[in-house]
């Protein structure tokens, strides 16, 4: 509510004279001392911040911050992991997509020989499984192949869902069945759409085999994948020595540490026998996580991953994300 306040006496209002300039006006609806001027004007007092209560309006924010700077960055990384997992979830789609079209998923490590060179009986028999009339004379149309290549799992996984790689972008393969591997002409795929920024090469001069980074800041390590060859079992040798193995179920490992210990051959046959692999008739991928390592592998305890590693001293692997678990290992 406003009230007006004059400098000549009313009925609603007292009036006293400090000095020649100033008095005193007493507002007779509220009774609040206000001070005037004679010329009508009222004197604006403004209070200014004290040194000490700046001091202590800073300190409240800073306690503020730091208070909520925990919960802002847990929701930033739990944004981040469900990025991570939501791509790892289109992996697997585009996996299925490839397996409806040629009846069996990729491989997770082969061989490709360029034309003219007598192909392994393993590789051989991979790529007939995708391509029954694969020319093999001129290695499915690969005139840009000049050596021997092996592809590990994280280059497979690339590979076979991306195409043939040219000009840093994947293509796709020819819909040729004898030639899939040639430039040009109508193509199938790519089953997944890669985004090129995260494609790097696996190895300098490597640019046709690149491998694919996850979506976390900075990666520096590829997904990782592994083909159990429709249950016939996973190979090491397919995850580049990057991992020991793809993870099982801790069987006779109780400790998790990946050695036989006392106590822990309960069938007598002198070795560490894990139990069934995850995802034990399909694949598994691999993220490396925030720490860019993955870790050895091997048993796991899903049911509290979180005190099994820690127990095992593989606190590493913790937040490794893969497609048997909804978010972090250690989660």
Same mark, same amino acid.
């Given at each position: 509510?406003?009230?007006?306040?004059?400098?000549t006496?009313?009925?609603?209002?007292?009036?006293?004279?400090?000095?020649?300039? !100033?008095?005193?006006?007493?507002?007779?609806?509220? *009774?609040?001392?206000?001070?005037?001027?004679?010329?009508?004007?009222?004197?604006?007092?403004?209070?200014?911040?004290?040194?000490?209560?700046?001091?202590?309006?800073?300190?409240?924010?800073?306690?503020?911050?730091?208070?909520?700077?925990?919960?802002?960055?847990?929701?930033?990384?739990?944004?981040?992991?469900?990025?991570?997992?939501?791509?790892?979830?289109?992996?697997?789609?585009?996996?299925?997509?490839?397996?409806?079209?040629? *009846?069996v998923?990729?491989?997770?490590?082969?061989?490709?020989?360029?034309? %003219?060179?007598?192909?392994?009986?393993?590789?051989?028999?991979?790529?007939?499984?995708?391509?029954?009339?694969?020319?093999?004379?001129?290695?499915?149309?690969?005139?840009?192949?000049?050596a021997?290549?092996?592809l590990?799992g994280?280059?497979?996984?690339?590979?076979?869902?991306?195409?043939?790689?040219?000009d840093?972008?994947?293509?796709?393969?020819?819909?040729?069945?004898?030639?899939?591997f040639?430039?040009?002409? !109508?193509?199938? *795929?790519?089953?997944?759409?890669?985004?090129?920024?995260?494609?790097?090469?696996?190895?300098?001069?490597?640019?046709?085999?690149?491998?694919?980074?996850?979506?976390?800041?900075?990666?520096?390590?590829?997904?990782?994948?592994?083909?159990?060859?429709?249950?016939?079992?996973y190979?090491?040798?397919?995850?580049?020595?990057?991992?020991?193995?793809?993870?099982?179920?801790?069987?006779?490992?109780?400790?998790?540490?990946?050695?036989?210990?006392? %106590?822990?051959?309960?069938?007598?046959? %002198?070795?560490?026998?894990?139990?069934?692999?995850?995802?034990?008739?399909?694949?598994?991928?691999?993220?490396?996580?925030?720490?860019?390592?993955? *870790?050895?592998?091997?048993?796991?305890?899903?049911?509290?991953?979180?005190?099994?590693?820690?127990?095992?001293?593989?606190t !590493?692997?913790?937040?490794?994300?893969?497609?048997? !678990?909804?978010?972090?290992?250690?989660?």
């Amino acid at each position: 509510m406003s009230h007006y306040v004059g400098t000549t006496r009313t009925a609603s209002a007292g009036f006293e004279y400090v000095n020649n300039l !100033t008095a005193r006006s007493f507002c007779g609806r509220c *009774g609040m001392r206000v001070s005037v001027r004679d010329d009508g004007e009222a004197i604006r007092r403004r209070g200014a911040f004290t040194l000490i209560e700046l001091m202590v309006a800073m300190i409240i924010i800073a306690i503020l911050i730091a208070l909520l700077l925990p919960a802002v960055n847990s929701v930033i990384r739990r944004t981040r992991v469900a990025r991570v997992v939501t791509e790892i979830k289109d992996l697997e789609a585009a996996l299925a997509n490839f397996k409806a079209k040629y *009846g069996v998923y990729p491989p997770s490590r082969i061989t490709l020989y360029p034309p %003219g060179s007598n192909w392994s009986t393993r590789s051989k028999a991979l790529i007939r499984r995708i391509w029954p009339q694969f020319d093999f004379t001129t290695s499915g149309g690969a005139v840009w192949l000049t050596a021997p290549v092996t592809l590990n799992g994280a280059q497979c996984l690339v590979f076979f869902l991306g195409g043939v790689t040219q000009d840093g972008a994947v293509t796709g393969f020819s819909k040729n069945p004898a030639r899939p591997f040639a430039l040009g002409g !109508t193509r199938e *795929g790519p089953f997944f759409e890669f985004d090129t920024r995260r494609l790097t090469s696996s190895a300098p001069g490597n640019s046709r085999f690149p491998v694919y980074l996850d979506p976390l800041p900075s990666q520096t390590r590829p997904y990782l994948y592994a083909s159990s060859y429709d249950g016939n079992g996973y190979q090491s040798a397919d995850l580049a020595n990057l991992m020991a193995g793809v993870y099982y179920e801790p069987g006779e490992d109780k400790n998790g540490n990946n050695q036989l210990d006392a %106590g822990e051959d309960a069938n007598s046959n %002198g070795r560490l026998d894990f139990g069934p692999a995850f995802k034990p008739r399909s694949f598994q991928i691999i993220s490396p996580g925030f720490d860019h390592q993955y *870790g050895i592998g091997g048993s796991l305890d899903v049911t509290d991953a979180e005190a099994f590693l820690q127990q095992a001293g593989r606190t !590493t692997e913790l937040d490794n994300i893969t497609n048997f !678990t909804d978010g972090l290992l250690g989660q």
